[in-house]
């Protein structure tokens, strides 16, 4: 439980990643320009993170879109899996896992993929997002972890 005299006080820590600058905001800490898909993020990410691991990996990563719209859905769900490639070194078991995707023929492929790694694994259209696009959300939760171990 939270004492009342600590709601003001900043609760948690945020550590945004992108490969284009991104101004300063108060509250957050910021790495970039920095490419998740390089394998020496991960080691960058951790070495920022309290505690070394985070109860939350949350993208809408995308990349430029050429207008293809099978290439740029491969290309996208290349990048979640690229981020579901460093959960094992940053993500605490039992955390949770938000990515964007555009719908296609690969989305299935991440799915399972989430699927072994996460108990819980549901697709989400939030109300904000244009019903013309094919952006959807895959929301899983429940890390299983490096051993299957999830956290109480
Ligand atoms: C839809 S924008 C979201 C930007 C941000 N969330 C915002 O609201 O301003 C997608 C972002 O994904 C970033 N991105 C694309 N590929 C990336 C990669 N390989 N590593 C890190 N960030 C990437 C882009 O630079 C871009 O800023």
């Given at each position: ?38 394998p ?69 492929q991440?799915?399972r ?40």
């Amino acid at each position: 439980m939270i004492p009342p005299g600590d709601l003001s006080s900043p609760i948690g820590f945020v550590l945004g990643v992108d490969l284009l600058h991104i101004f300063p905001l108060e509250g957050a800490t910021f790495l970039c320009p920095v490419d998740v898909t390089d394998p020496r993020t991960s080691q960058r990410i951790l070495e920022l993170l309290p505690g070394g691991r985070a109860d939350v990996i949350l993208s809408d990563m995308a990349p430029n879109a050429t207008g293809v719209r099978d290439l740029d859905h491969d290309r996208l769900i290349s990048l979640c899996l690229s981020l579901l490639g460093m959960t094992p070194d940053i993500l605490h078991p039992g955390g949770t896992f938000l990515c964007k995707t555009w719908a296609g023929s690969q989305s299935r492929q991440l799915q399972r993929r989430l699927t072994e790694e996460f108990q819980r694994v549901r697709l989400i259209k939030p109300e904000a997002s244009r019903k013309e696009s094919s952006e959807v959300y895959f929301l899983a939760t429940q890390y299983r972890g490096k051993k299957g171990a999830v956290k109480q």
